[in-house]
């Protein structure tokens, strides 16, 4: 059995914040209805989508990255009668799931204080640039903007250079996973209470959280740390090393880790006693990562991978995306799955990094064309008759 196989949860999130955290929730088994203005959908819908190398049967790789095992309900949230089918919804599911703008949920109708009023038991989560609290609050953000807010971006990219953000979209995903977990958490009280509650996720709340034991240092000595590249602010050798044919990360995190490096990596000039210690290690960084970068440079990557790996060093190559995804170990832990087309194709995409013992694996289902599933869930979960449902077309309140 799927963890959240029964939950049936209610997707009104677009982009890549909100729908990311949706499909976490679908891939551990929830029933993930999407609901999207009829016509074009939502707006992620068109990213890509006439790509030639992003995209398949009209949906770019956000799209189809995003919305595996989904449903796809088409409603008109602006009109009263589109309003009240998603009401109807709203009765019989467990999680509503946005990243509106603050207020938006609010002039729609469909806050949890509207919501929770037709069905108490009902979890509403919300995932924002800066939370609905606050003097910046009605402020719009995307995943730039929180990573440079949040901190991090200062602390991210060569010394010399300008502050670099990461190079995926953590501001994003951040929110997504935060949301997601509040979500698990809100199921876990109804258990306790019987009742739902509200979920207020910010994007740069999550950032803030993720620079952790950075920013108790910070806050403890007042002193503010700098970009330090691939290096570590405390650890010596920790970066990122030219290979004769790529390049290796070492990660020597405490002086036993280095006894054994000065082992694989025998030059004279790392001998010395006083490196036994990490304070001095750290005061002649730069000499030891040049005598490194040096020797390193003499072989080729599987070379050292294999002295280091062979010393018990934590080590690893920096792998494109290619040699990422075809990695032994990443292919199984099943973390490259084939996702079913409408077509009867099938798309590569990442598969999810959650694994729980007795719980099965879910078949993906196709990503689904705008309101592919309108009539189905309107008749058979809400039984509603066929004539009530053309009447809502014929209004525009529902399409599919």
């Not at 499909?23 to 999407?34: H, N, P």
């Not at 989904?70 to 919804?89: P, Q, T």
């Not at 603050?102 to 929770?116: E, F, N, P, Q």
Request: net charge negative; glycine share 12%; proline share 6%.
């Amino acid at each position: 059995m799927l963890p959240l196989e029964g939950i049936v949860v209610l997707d009104l999130t677009h982009m890549l914040s909100g729908p990311y955290g949706t499909m976490l929730l679908a891939d551990m088994g929830a029933r993930t209805i999407k609901v999207e203005p009829p016509g074009r959908g939502e707006g992620t819908r068109e990213l890509l989508a006439t790509d030639p190398d992003y995209s398949r049967e009209g949906m770019g790789a956000y799209f189809l990255t995003l919305n595996r095992h989904k449903e796809s309900v088409a409603i008109d949230l602006k009109s009263e009668a589109g309003r009240e089918v998603f009401y109807d919804l709203v009765r019989r599911a467990d999680v509503v799931f946005d990243n509106f703008g603050a207020g938006v949920t609010t002039r729609l109708k469909i806050d949890h204080a509207t919501l929770s009023a037709l069905n108490p038991r009902v979890i509403t989560c919300s995932v924002t640039g800066f939370g609905e609290t606050g003097p910046d609050c009605q402020r719009p953000a995307f995943d730039q903007v929180v990573q440079a807010m949040g901190g991090g971006m200062s602390i991210t990219g060569d010394p010399q250079g300008n502050p670099t953000r990461s190079g995926i979209a953590i501001g994003d995903l951040g929110g997504g996973i935060f949301g997601a977990m509040g979500v698990l958490a809100a199921l876990q009280a109804r258990h306790v209470t019987g009742l739902g509650r509200h979920v207020d996720v910010s994007m740069l709340d999550a950032q803030v959280s993720m620079l952790n034991y950075m920013a108790t240092m910070h806050l403890m000595s007042g002193k503010l740390p700098e970009r330090v590249g691939n290096a570590h602010p405390v650890h010596v050798p920790y970066n990122t090393f030219r290979t004769r044919d790529g390049h290796v990360v070492v990660a020597c995190i405490g002086d036993a880790f280095f006894e054994r490096f000065v082992q694989a990596v025998p030059r004279p000039e790392l001998q010395r006693e006083d490196y036994r210690h990490q304070p001095v290690r750290h005061a002649d960084r730069a000499f030891i990562e040049s005598v490194i970068e040096d020797e390193f440079s003499k072989q080729d990557t599987a070379y050292w991978l294999a002295r280091l790996r062979g010393a018990g060093i934590p080590c690893g190559p920096v792998n494109s995306f290619a040699q990422a995804l075809t990695d032994p170990q990443i292919v199984a832990r099943e973390m490259v799955i084939d996702v079913p087309l409408l077509s009867g194709g099938t798309v590569k995409m990442p598969g999810n990094p959650i694994k729980m013992s007795d719980s099965g694996t879910r078949v993906p289902t196709a990503p689904p064309r705008v309101g592919q599933h309108t009539d189905a869930v309107l008749a058979q979960w809400l039984g509603y008759g066929g004539e009530r449902i053309n009447v809502l077309k014929a209004n525009k309140a529902v399409a599919g």
